[in-house]
């Protein structure tokens, strides 16, 4: 049976029925990684500040149907919401498609 596929995606949930902290969030997103390889690996946490709003960095690496790749994810949780906003890469790749998805990533604007 094929492994399903980790595609980007944003979530959000209303405070009151989820609790969502800025602790637990890499936690919640190496284990999703997880369960497409069971070997992927966290390799930076750390928080940026993006469009004045306080981001958590994840950077993690996975393989894919035998292919490794390089995930960057960013998650900002507000009083209302989280949004995890994730792109990704073959290593092979990253070098060259670093920027420009770093370009998109940090045009992450967030209204409240």
Same mark, same amino acid.
């Given at each position: 049976?094929?492994? $399903? /596929? !980790?595609?980007?995606?944003?979530?959000?949930?209303?405070?009151?029925? /989820? =609790? !969502? &902290?800025?602790?637990?969030?890499?936690?919640?997103?190496?284990? @999703? @990684? #997880? $369960? %497409?390889?069971?070997?992927? *690996?966290?390799?930076?946490?750390?928080?940026?500040?993006?469009?004045?709003? $306080?981001?958590?960095?994840? &950077?993690?690496? @996975? &393989?894919?149907? +035998?292919?490794?790749? %390089?995930?960057?994810?960013?998650?900002?949780? +507000?009083?209302?919401?989280?949004?995890?906003?994730?792109?990704?890469? =073959? *290593?092979? *790749?990253? @070098?060259?498609?670093?920027?420009?998805?770093?370009?998109?990533?940090? +045009?992450?604007? /967030? #209204?409240?």
């Amino acid at each position: 049976m094929p492994k $399903k /596929v !980790w595609l980007p995606r944003v979530m959000s949930a209303d405070a009151t029925s /989820v =609790t !969502w &902290t800025m602790t637990r969030n890499p936690k919640v997103a190496i284990e @999703a @990684a #997880r $369960k %497409v390889d069971p070997q992927a *690996k966290l390799s930076k946490i750390e928080y940026r500040i993006i469009n004045k709003k $306080k981001i958590l960095h994840l &950077t993690y690496d @996975a &393989t894919v149907y +035998g292919n490794p790749f %390089v995930y960057n994810s960013y998650i900002f949780t +507000g009083e209302n919401l989280t949004i995890q906003f994730i792109t990704y890469t =073959t *290593k092979n *790749k990253l @070098a060259e498609s670093e920027k420009d998805l770093f370009d998109l990533m940090n +045009g992450l604007e /967030v #209204r409240e």
